[in-house]
């Protein structure tokens, strides 16, 4: 098996001029180096004095010895002045953030031990207040060439123009328009930050703050149509009298399977919801859990009907043979009440029927983050989205955010405030 030939990398004669003269690190191995500055040494001044880079090396270091000389020089000028005036010396021990940004300019000059001595500072404490430097024009109030990770202002305006700003948009939750920016997978983000940037544009004074942290639900499904829930719910018309909103749902994509208005409280009226379900989504030849709470609209018809079909089970929430309780589907009724419905008025129980039927249209086709940016109609059907993808994108957009943020030039160096009373003070 043939070996594969190494190739040697051949270094410039200024290369190794510069390196013993110490004006920059070589990247060669040490054994190099060693002849360079030791065997090799004088044949290779001999060779850069006919070709003239003697001068320019020597002239390059004493250069570099004046600008090391009037720095470390200007910094003692600087604490000695400090430390003459208490006010300065208070002022500059509560802003000592800020001297990070000028010690950054300055350690490619001087090294950085020599730096923060000057300071009193060591390593550790240079690196707290790094993660801590300020700037005024960062969304974060960090300073992106220091905290890479951020998002810079450009994603906070490209999302402000696409989500924020939308007429389409307007009603809806923060945790809605998060499960938007999942599907279209235009801006990668996470949940945390983008409250963030919506708190700091003031939208969540703008909508209605619902955002909470996910909970994982007790009881947990896994296909749909596994368990079907059912509950209701009482709406008050504006001529005063009661109706009552019947829901059908499924546990596992929350897509409401029908939907019933009604002035009765009986028990034919659940009956008749669940069977508009079962016709409307083919449950007749499925093996499902029927889930309901222990109230009277889920007995008599309800049981007698259950009785003669051999493909369901009837589960009674928060019992011995069911220990979960309701709540899925109670969560889907305040939620279609508060988002849907919107505390409108309606006349008659057609109107509200109308109402009720385009709202149930409107959430079957919202997208949530529960649901990964999908919509319960697409989880109903199989279309879930493939979150394995988005992880791999996430990633990349990160580390290119970061790559960004490094070579970022807000074009506005950071102006140290300790400076100006120590001007006012001269």
């Given amino acids: 098996m043939k070996t594969k030939e190494r190739v040697y990398r051949t270094y410039t004669l200024s290369e190794k001029i510069n390196h013993i003269k110490d004006l920059e690190k070589s990247n060669a191995p040490r054994s190099t180096i060693h002849h360079w500055c030791n065997g090799n040494k004088e044949m290779l001044l001999e060779q850069a004095e006919r070709e003239g880079l003697l001068e320019k090396a020597e002239y390059s270091k004493q250069l570099l010895l004046h600008s090391y000389n ?60 790094k993660n801590r430097m300020a700037c005024s024009l960062s969304p974060s109030k960090n300073c992106l060439n220091s905290v890479t990770n951020q998002i810079h202002n450009d994603l906070i305006l490209e999302m402000k123009t696409l989500y924020f700003d939308k007429e389409k948009y307007v009603d809806f939750s923060l945790s809605d328009l998060f499960a938007v920016v ?12 983008f409250r963030e940037i919506a708190i700091a544009l003031g939208e969540d004074t703008k909508r209605k ?43 596992y994509s929350r897509r409401i399977l029908a939907a019933h208005v009604s002035f009765s409280n009986k028990s034919i009226e659940s009956l008749s919801t669940f069977k508009m379900a079962i016709n409307d989504n083919g449950l007749d030849a499925i093996d499902f859990k029927y889930m309901t709470d222990a109230g009277s609209e889920n007995k008599g018809k309800v049981r007698e009907f259950i009785a003669t079909q051999k493909n369901i089970k009837h589960l009674i929430a928060q019992t011995e043979a069911m220990t979960f309780s309701n709540s899925m589907i109670e969560s889907i009724i305040k939620y279609f009440k508060r988002e849907i419905l919107k505390r ?33 109609n697409e989880i109903y059907t199989g279309n879930e989205p493939d979150m394995d993808e988005y992880t791999i994108q996430y990633k990349d957009s990160m580390q290119k955010r970061m790559q960004t943020n490094k070579e970022y030039n807000c074009m506005k160096p950071c102006q140290i405030p300790i400076l100006k009373p120590i001007l006012e003070f001269g």
């Fill in 70 to 129: 009037s720095i470390m020089h200007t910094l003692e000028f600087f604490m000695s002045t400090v430390n003459k005036s208490k006010s300065l010396k208070k002022y500059y021990k509560n802003n000592r953030v800020e001297l990070v940004v000028m010690i950054d300019k300055l350690k490619k000059l001087v090294a950085l031990d020599e730096l923060l001595s000057c300071f009193n500072m060591n390593r550790k404490t240079y690196t707290s207040l």
């Fill in 344 to 376: 409108k008025s309606f006349k008659s129980i057609e109107e509200l029927m109308v109402a009720v039927i385009e709202g149930v249209e409107v959430y079957n086709n919202r997208r949530r983050v529960f649901l990964n940016g999908a919509t319960p």
């Fill in 182 to 193: 999942l599907h279209e997978r235009r801006v990668f983000i996470s949940q945390t930050k």
């Fill in 209 to 251: 703050r619902i955002f909470k942290a996910l909970k994982s639900a007790g009881l947990k499904s896994f296909i749909p149509n596994e368990y079907i829930q059912a509950d209701k719910t009482c709406y008050k018309l504006s001529n005063g009298m009661k109706a009552w909103i019947y829901l059908v749902c499924d546990h």
